[in-house]
């Protein structure tokens, strides 16, 4: 049963950001692809990281909780006939493990929960079976057969940058060279990038050719490593976003080098007229007199649509955030939830095919309860955008944060509202 939350209550004061859920689930399983024990450290068990966790452990990882993070010990590989994983509602966690299982297990099942088994899969699909990997989606499963081989990989780059991540993570296990190819441009490229400075770190190395092609050679191991997962810029966004609304934030923790894609919502804020500057922490601050409309290409950074549409909102004039389609196909309908829950709080938000077309308004009536519609994100970016409701808003589902950011309500809930 959804949690209705009254949001009475404000971010004040210094906020430890937590870790990225992003760089978690790549160095989880580059530590489970290693020979030998990795230590990981700064690890937040999030939902989705729990999945990766849970599939990584019934393809023979073996883990511990020490501190802050957990002790891996690598999985044999080829060791599995059969494996049934459950992603739960973590995309990342699906289309990483899809050909990274077919390292260990001839057979593979997925499962999923709520919208993640709905989401396209055709590409993938092809890429895989045309190097001999036979799948099928079987209402509330995918399955899997055959051993991933080395070969040449297509894909389109405008489905989703995990399927190219997924298949970085495995194919330099392969004996022989292998490459992936992409027939049209790749989108957020800031998760490739990721992609490869984790393995990186782990020793493992791929050549990326302008995001078009990438050679991938055979023969590689990742070494065991100790590892500590920086904090999350998708999720400070809300937070950043809250000290432009008029909230005294600081936000702690954050890599200022950090190759994450959603570290752009600091140029982003910047652009927008706010100013950000260090805390007595040394962490973020932000503040703005008054904010500006942006026209915004969110292909490379979806995730920092939710957080955009609550700052924009406010913005003195029409702001359009577009290339945004891959909205549609996340935890929910982004786009249409976006317009339909601000609209019923009072901002004036217009919902396009690709697009949202948001007119700034002062405030917002916030008399209405807005629905999380079973997304993280959603749930967020309303929190965000109650700071300039003239009355206090209510949230159904506000429980659905526990997917990305167990402890956002703590985080957010500091100080009432005057």
């Known amino acids: 049963m959804e949690q209705v939350k009254l949001i009475d209550r404000f971010p004040a004061g210094a906020v430890r950001i937590p870790p990225s859920k992003s760089v978690a689930h790549r160095a989880l399983i580059c530590a489970?692809?290693?020979?030998?024990?990795?230590?990981?450290?700064?690890?937040?068990?999030?939902?989705?990281?729990?999945?990766?966790?849970?599939?990584?452990?019934?393809?023979?990882?073996?883990?511990?909780?020490?501190?802050?993070?957990?002790?891996?010990?690598?999985?044999?590989r080829g060791a599995l006939a059969r494996a049934d994983l459950n992603a739960g509602e973590s995309g990342t966690?699906?289309?990483?493990?899809?050909?990274?299982?077919?390292?260990?297990?001839?057979?593979?099942?997925?499962?999923?929960?709520?919208?993640?088994?709905?989401?396209?899969?055709?590409?993938?699909?092809?890429?895989?079976?045309?190097?001999?990997?036979?799948?099928?989606?079987?209402?509330?499963?995918l399955l899997l057969d055959g051993r991933l081989r080395p070969g040449t990989y297509h894909l389109a780059g405008d489905v989703s940058s995990q399927f190219v991540s997924g298949l970085l993570l495995a194919l330099p296990l392969l004996d022989e060279a292998s490459e992936i190819v992409l027939n049209s441009p790749l989108q957020s490229k800031g998760y490739v990038d990721l992609t490869l400075d984790v393995m990186k770190a782990f020793g493992v190395a791929a050549e990326n050719e302008a995001y078009a092609r990438f050679a991938?050679?055979?023969?590689?191991?990742?070494?065991?490593?100790?590892?500590t997962v920086e904090a999350d810029y998708s999720n400070a966004a809300f937070f950043l976003v809250a000290g432009a609304l008029g909230r005294e934030v600081e936000c702690l923790g954050l890599n200022p080098s950090s190759l994450q894609g959603?570290?752009?919502?600091?140029?982003?804020?910047?652009a927008a007229g706010a100013r950000i500057y260090p805390?007595?922490?040394?962490?973020?601050?932000?503040?703005?007199?008054?904010?500006?409309?942006?026209?915004?290409?969110?292909?490379?950074i979806p995730d920092l649509v939710p957080p955009l549409v609550a700052l924009l909102c406010f913005a003195e004039g029409q702001s359009r955030l577009f290339n945004a389609s891959r909205l549609r196909m996340?935890?929910?309908?982004r786009l249409h939830a976006l317009a339909v829950e601000f609209n019923n709080l009072g901002a004036r938000i217009s919902e396009g095919e690709d697009?949202?077309?948001?007119?700034?308004?002062?405030?917002?009536?916030?008399?209405?309860?807005?629905?999380?519609?079973?997304?993280?994100?959603?749930?967020?970016?309303?929190?965000?955008a109650s700071i300039r409701s003239r009355a206090d808003v209510r949230l159904s589902g506000a429980e659905s944060t526990a997917k990305s950011y167990p402890n956002f309500w703590q985080d957010f809930c500091k100080t009432a509202r005057n």
Do not use: W
Not at 285 to 294: D, H, N, T
């Open 32 to 76: 489970a692809l290693a020979a030998g024990e990795s230590a990981i450290s700064n690890v937040e068990l999030s939902r989705d990281v729990e999945a990766t966790l849970s599939c990584l452990k019934a393809l023979g990882a073996q883990a511990e909780s020490e501190g802050d993070g957990l002790r891996l010990m690598g999985a044999a």
């Open 93 to 141: 966690t699906l289309r990483f493990l899809m050909p990274v299982s077919g390292l260990f297990a001839r057979e593979v099942c997925f499962r999923g929960e709520g919208r993640l088994l709905q989401r396209p899969f055709a590409e993938f699909f092809a890429a895989l079976q045309e190097n001999g990997i036979a799948c099928r989606h079987l209402g509330d499963k």
């Open 216 to 227: 991938v050679p055979g023969g590689q191991s990742y070494q065991p490593r100790d590892y």
């Open 262 to 270: 959603d570290k752009a919502i600091l140029e982003l804020l910047r």
């Open 279 to 300: 805390g007595e922490k040394g962490g973020f601050c932000v503040k703005a007199e008054k904010l500006r409309p942006l026209e915004v290409d969110v292909s490379d």
């Open 330 to 333: 996340k935890e929910s309908d």
């Open 355 to 384: 697009h949202l077309l948001i007119e700034g308004v002062e405030s917002l009536a916030g008399e209405n309860t807005a629905r999380a519609h079973n997304d993280h994100r959603i749930a967020m970016a309303v929190a965000v």
